[in-house]
């Protein structure tokens, strides 16, 4: 396949800035796309966070004006790859320390409209090569709604790049009112049900669902979940009438960051081949929350945001039933207030059984990952997850609903599936409490057959999760874009 000029836009990359699981994907994938011979350059806005992270200052290429601000375009690579990252700076929309999204009270930023409007409207005069940068992609590939109205101002353009617009979480939108509409200065043409307007706001997304080449999003199965009421969120409607542009391509992890073997953060490296230090991993995990020294017992690891997603209200439902039940669990977490606070009561209520900490770390993540025994994943709903090829790579099978990516990823435990060698973790016939409970039932009485077990941890450290596969299927995924918008005769 020929190699793409990509322009990859989004609001936030890892390393430079993380809130979610967008950062990973825009940070690991255009270095997988770069590594298949792809040209790629990343836009992000110039946060006073991601300045901070980079160990030289960016070299600053052009200065222009947009919608009455000055906006100067940098330029630097995304740490430890040769990806080429341009920053969008202008201090009075993007300088300001903290969540790209939010105040210091989660407050959304009162001008979030304008502030990725005029992001949008920057990566649209980089694709059609107005910015002096002498440079012009074949494809524009565009993330959530900060950069919906991507293929929406693309479409006015003659002779302009293809577009590809992800959907990492159908749950936000960038809705605003009609006021806003006018504020931003966009084309009144857009102002209609079949465009961007919704309900009588209009939504930034929906410019990427309209007006996008091809869409995809995270997971094949949460490709088909978002055309139902369930998941669609409103917008399932659109979602069905542009079925045949849409895709769902699973994503990967860093098999250098999440491998056992060479994990910095563990006490003690293990592979396939060599399984003896994932038992001593999991002795220090019991150590670190304090949980009874007990090889017999099944450990059960979750990190995790704390919320009603997560399925975390399911699990302190079923704790009395769980803690008659040999396991124990060791849970890093922070969110609801509520649940926090029930976690650790039920941590001082199960001493030795169960060891919490509120708050996200590294290092406890990772020791997670590899001395726990089963892995808990109750999602009501998933577009993709990460943790449950996490666990996998490291011989912790995940406990999982049956919703989108984690339905696409684990193997479910079975007579056939052990047989085949292809059982990779165990999932919940329905979400509820009861198969919650039930399914870690199978878990103990698989658990108890110590050499079948050191199997399924085989057969789930054996899958490749990496980025390199799903690299491929995006450059697949651009090619049907190109086809869908032919490049122009000479286009640079």
Known sequence: MKPYRILFGASEVYPLIKTGGLADVAGALPHALKKLGHDVHIVLPAYPDVLARLKHPPVLRVEMHVQSHVIGIRQTTLPGTRVP???????????????????????????????????????TAMAMNRCGLDWQPEIVHCNDWQTGLVPALLAQEAQRPATVFTIHNLAYQGVFDRGTFELLQLDEYFWHYERLEYH?????????????DRINTVSPTYAREIQTTEFGYGLQGVLQHRADRLSGIINGIDPEVWNPGTDSYLPHKYNRQH?????????????????????????????????????????????????????????????????????????????????????????????????ADVFLMPSRFE?????????QRYGTLPIVTPVGGLFDSVTDTTAETIAQGTASGFVMPEISETALLQTIDRAITAYAEQESWKALMRSAMKL?????????????????????????????
């Open 464 to 492: 490749d999760h990496s980025w390199a596969h799903s690299a491929q299927e995006y450059a697949q995924l651009y090619a049907q874009a190109l086809l869908d918008n032919p490049p122009a005769p000479g286009a640079a």
């Open 383 to 391: 577009p993709c997850g990460l943790n449950q090829m996490y666990s």
């Open 275 to 371: 399984l003896p230090g994932k038992a001593l991993n999991k002795q220090a995990l019991q150590q670190q929350f304090q949980l009874t020294q007990d090889t017999q017992t099944l450990l059960l690891g979750l990190v995790s945001r704390l919320a009603q997603q997560k399925g975390i209200d399911m699990l302190l439902t079923i704790l009395p039933d769980l803690m008659q039940r040999p396991v124990q669990l060791a849970i890093v977490g922070s969110g609801d207030k509520t649940y926090e606070q029930d976690l650790r009561d039920a941590a001082s209520l199960y001493p030795g059984k169960i060891g919490v900490h509120i708050g996200y770390a590294e290092a406890l993540a990772h020791l997670i990952e590899a001395g």
């Open 85 to 123: 990252v341009w920053l969008i700076e202008c201090p009075e929309l993007y300088g300001r320390a903290g969540n790209p999204y939010h105040d210091q009270y989660g407050e959304p930023w009162h001008d979030n409209a304008l502030r990725f409007a005029v992001f949008s409207q920057v990566i």
């Open 200 to 212: 009588n706001y209009f939504s930034f997304l929906k410019g990427g669902l309209i007006y996008a």
